[in-house]
């Protein structure tokens, strides 16, 4: 069956200009006949293109009353198509301001009908020299810190071509986020339910130095690396926990463990903070749901292991410099916490694909 058949077309839309007409001819003349365009809270004055979309291109259409974000807009989307076209493979979003080329989302579409199981990113060359710089430089940061902080590789981060199959969509509507940063929790969401990703190159468009686009650097930024900030948080709780037991311990041991009162206080710390740090890690972090009790005894091991790393190195560093043994085990720790947050990504709380 011709992939213009089994997959929809989602465009959100706010204040559209004649590029949405161009684009829609083009889709037109690709052959596809089951678009969805939604007007996300869009003015008055652009009404009458919405209605042309719906008269000369046979879009159907979805409205919002008030502007309510791109993601909102994507999973009230999800939810209609489900709803209305449930014979779909899946549906490719598209982005109202011509960035996308109709050869590109054709493309996509036929990605997603040869591969139904992956979430389809259409992936733009940031390293031209055409490229606005708060779109090159945002991007590199992003694949960066997506690639440490949750091992996720892709090339493209915040392209808006996006091939999703029908089956993730019912998990993609209840996802958090109403506006860009939507996006990048999609591909959270997809490692978390092992959804292989599957890029396809596409041309990088930008039009005007992609001024009608509504991503705002700032922030949209916030709003994205917001999503990072219980990473950290559940780190510095059990850091908080661990380095208040470890000073209290040493104010106590000292006297009565001469010689032995930092290794003492580095392991009994370690046990009130790892206690706190594995709830946290598996339930909030790695989003680890349901019983693993392997995860358990890996925990335990980096733990014993981390602890006399952590001990083994506030003790030497101590007796070659003196410093304050707090001030030395901050940067001990800190080093190690560094090496032991890909090893609980990738091999603790990692569950093996299905």
């Given at each position: 069956?011709?992939?213009?058949?089994?997959?929809?077309?989602?465009?959100?839309?706010?204040?559209?200009?004649?590029?949405?007409?161009?684009?829609?001819?083009?889709?037109?003349?690709?052959?596809?006949?089951?678009?969805?365009?939604?007007?996300?809270?869009?003015?008055?004055?652009?009404?009458?293109?919405?209605?042309?979309?719906?008269?000369?291109?046979?879009?159907?259409?979805?409205?919002?009353?008030?502007?309510?974000?791109?993601?909102?807009?994507?999973?009230?989307?999800?939810?209609?198509?489900?709803?209305?076209?449930?014979?779909?493979?899946?549906?490719?979003?598209?982005?109202?301001?011509?960035?996308?080329?109709?050869?590109?989302?054709?493309?996509?579409?036929?990605?997603?009908?040869?591969?139904?199981?992956?979430?389809?990113?259409?992936?733009?060359?940031?390293?031209?020299?055409?490229?606005?710089?708060?779109?090159?430089?945002?991007?590199?940061?992003?694949?960066?810190?997506?690639?440490?902080?949750?091992?996720?590789?892709?090339?493209?981060?915040q392209?808006?071509?996006?091939?999703?199959?029908?089956?993730l969509?019912?998990?993609?509507?209840?996802?958090?986020?109403?506006?860009?940063?939507?996006?990048?929790?999609?591909?959270?969401?997809?490692?978390?339910?092992?959804?292989?990703?599957?890029?396809?190159?596409?041309?990088t468009?930008?039009?005007?130095?992609?001024?009608?686009?509504?991503?705002?650097?700032?922030?949209?930024?916030?709003?994205?690396?917001?999503?990072?900030?219980?990473?950290?948080l559940?780190?510095?709780?059990?850091?908080l926990?661990?380095?208040?037991?470890?000073?209290?311990?040493?104010?106590?041991?000292?006297?009565?463990?001469?010689?032995?009162?930092?290794?003492?206080?580095?392991?009994?710390?370690?046990?009130?903070?790892?206690?706190?740090?594995?709830?946290?890690?598996?339930?909030?972090?790695?989003?680890?749901?349901?019983?693993?009790?392997?995860?358990?005894?890996?925990?335990?091991?980096?733990?014993?292991?981390q602890?006399?790393?952590?001990?083994?190195?506030?003790?030497?560093?101590?007796?070659?410099?003196?410093?304050?043994e707090?001030?030395?085990?901050?940067?001990?720790?800190?080093?190690?916490?560094l090496?032991?947050?890909?090893?609980?990504?990738?091999?603790?709380?990692k569950?093996?694909?299905?």
């Amino acid at each position: 069956m011709d992939c213009r058949d089994q997959i929809a077309l989602i465009i959100p839309s706010l204040n559209p200009d004649e590029k949405l007409i161009r684009l829609l001819e083009g889709l037109r003349d690709e052959g596809f006949r089951r678009i969805l365009l939604v007007n996300d809270g869009s003015s008055e004055d652009t009404l009458p293109l919405f209605e042309q979309a719906e008269q000369e291109f046979g879009c159907r259409l979805l409205v919002h009353p008030v502007n309510l974000g791109k993601g909102r807009a994507l999973k009230d989307a999800f939810a209609w198509i489900r709803r209305e076209w449930p014979d779909c493979e899946g549906a490719v979003t598209v982005d109202a301001d011509g960035q996308h080329l109709p050869k590109d989302i054709r493309a996509c579409a036929e990605m997603l009908c040869t591969h139904p199981d992956c979430l389809v990113l259409g992936c733009r060359d940031f390293s031209a020299e055409h490229i606005p710089p708060r779109s090159r430089y945002g991007n590199r940061l992003t694949r960066v810190v997506l690639r440490m902080l949750c091992g996720i590789s892709v090339s493209d981060t915040q392209t808006g071509l996006r091939g999703i199959p029908l089956s993730l969509m019912p998990a993609l509507e209840k996802l958090p986020g109403e506006r860009f940063e939507f996006e990048l929790n999609m591909l959270l969401e997809a490692q978390e339910k092992q959804i292989p990703l599957a890029e396809v190159p596409i041309d990088t468009v930008y039009i005007e130095e992609n001024r009608t686009s509504h991503f705002h650097p700032l922030r949209d930024s916030l709003r994205i690396y917001a999503v990072f900030a219980k990473f950290l948080l559940s780190s510095l709780l059990s850091f908080l926990v661990d380095m208040g037991a470890f000073s209290l311990l040493v104010f106590l041991l000292e006297r009565p463990l001469p010689g032995l009162y930092i290794p003492a206080a580095t392991g009994a710390a370690r046990v009130l903070s790892a206690g706190t740090n594995f709830l946290l890690n598996k339930h909030g972090v790695f989003r680890d749901r349901g019983p693993n009790p392997a995860a358990v005894w890996k925990y335990l091991a980096l733990c014993v292991i981390q602890a006399g790393l952590s001990a083994l190195g506030v003790s030497l560093l101590f007796a070659l410099t003196h410093w304050n043994e707090t001030l030395i085990k901050l940067l001990v720790d800190t080093l190690l916490f560094l090496i032991s947050f890909p090893i609980q990504r990738e091999w603790v709380f990692k569950r093996k694909n299905k």
